[in-house]
């Protein structure tokens, strides 16, 4: 290693950090506005909470996550600016598909619960507000792809194009 010494000391170090970057080749940045479809349906749902998509997993949910998946997109369709969705959905399951859901969508979604007085008595009512990011990036929420067919697709293993038709 000693040997070393007088040549490791006598390298300039503009050189050394020249040399150096010759070898790392630069990665292009990504051209984020050509992905396609399904590339944009699978980033959207590696944002879902793990707990969450294993419930969307459920093949027999499917119905469910069609149900909500209807309610969000013509709410998205149709909102205006700080207008928001609230859905009143009492089991937790169901509430867990349908933030996995607003998760999907690129929507910020909280559920809150309190007693109410109704005609039975007092009861607690949960009830999930929904409503649009205010990032720039929230502006585009409906993916290429909707959940529904995209979840079908992961169980049959059809590409996107293919199930389509």
């Not at 859905?87 to 509430?95: C, G, I, M, Y």
């Not at 867990?96 to 909280?110: K, M, R």
């Not at 005609?119 to 507000?129: C, E, I, K, N, Y």
Request: proline share 4%.
């Amino acid at each position: 290693m000693a040997a070393w010494e007088p040549f490791r000391n006598n390298v300039d170090m503009d050189k050394e950090e020249h040399m150096l970057k010759s070898f790392v080749k630069e990665r292009p940045k990504k051209d984020e506005s050509n992905i396609t479809g399904s590339m944009a349906a699978m980033k959207a749902w590696h944002t879902v909470d793990r707990r969450a998509r294993e419930a969307l997993r459920r093949n027999s949910h499917l119905p469910l996550v069609e149900a909500f998946e209807e309610r969000i997109l013509g709410y998205v369709k149709s909102a205006e600016a700080g207008q928001v969705l609230t859905l009143e959905v009492q089991d937790p399951f169901h509430r867990l598909v349908l933030h996995g859901i607003c998760e999907f969508y690129g929507l910020a979604s909280n559920t809150v619960s309190k007693w109410e007085d109704t005609a039975g008595g007092f009861s607690l009512v949960s009830r999930t507000h929904i409503q649009k990011k205010k990032h720039p990036k929230s502006s585009d929420c409906v993916q290429p792809v909707r959940l529904v067919d995209f979840l079908s697709t992961m169980k049959n293993g059809v590409p996107n194009s293919e199930a389509a038709a």
